[in-house]
């Protein structure tokens, strides 16, 4: 039950405690994390089954057969299946918020992997991952949810957090 508020107020804690910059990943900034250099819709290849991510188990995707329901979050690493960046839980378990406003399209999105927050839908917000709750397509890296940030009634919203290092030249 995690608000888009609620997280950025995390990101802002975290940063002040840390001497460190935090902050939601950007749409772009997700789904490079969530893909891991792979193209499939899914960093483990072309379908999902519950064997691998946590989803609504009734519903199918692609090849992949009806599997368990768990009607709740599982914890961390449940599936032993972590990306080439050694990333877990990017597809599934919950919904995880982004920087950015919501726009239809990516035309004129940036290109540099920054929030894009310009001539957005402003009281709409990115969500990202798919949900333990929810049809296995929303798990896959490209799939895109819009909502209202000030949603934090519903037990499938989370986030990740980035840590901006500065680079040396």
């Known amino acids: 039950q995690v608000s888009w508020d609620d997280a950025m107020e995390f990101c802002a804690r975290l940063s002040a405690h840390t001497k460190r910059s935090?902050?939601?990943p950007s749409e772009a900034e997700w789904e490079y994390a969530c893909r891991a250099g792979t193209t499939t819709p899914f960093?483990?290849?072309?379908?999902i089954t519950t064997d691998v991510a946590n989803y609504d188990g009734n519903q199918t995707y692609g090849d992949g057969s009806k599997g368990e329901y768990r009607e709740e979050t599982t914890p961390v690493d449940y599936f032993?299946?972590?990306?080439?960046f050694g990333l877990c839980d990017m597809h599934g378990n919950v919904?995880?918020?982004?920087?950015d406003f919501w726009h239809d399209n990516y035309e004129?999105?940036?290109?540099?992997g920054s929030a894009w927050n310009a001539d957005g839908v402003r009281d709409t917000r990115v969500r990202r991952g798919g949900s333990w709750n929810y049809y296995p397509?929303?798990?896959r890296s490209a799939y895109r949810y819009a909502?209202?940030?000030a949603y934090r009634f519903f037990n499938f919203n989370g986030f990740r957090v980035v840590c901006h290092v500065r680079s040396t030249p």
């Not at 032993?80 to 080439?84: E, S």
């Not at 919904?95 to 920087?99: F, G, H, R, T």
């Open 80 to 84: 032993g299946m972590a990306n080439a």
């Open 137 to 139: 397509r929303d798990c």
């Open 147 to 149: 909502i209202n940030p």
């Open 43 to 47: 960093h483990f290849g072309e379908t």
């Open 22 to 24: 935090y902050s939601l």
């Open 95 to 99: 919904y995880e918020w982004c920087l």
């Open 108 to 112: 004129e999105a940036p290109t540099d």
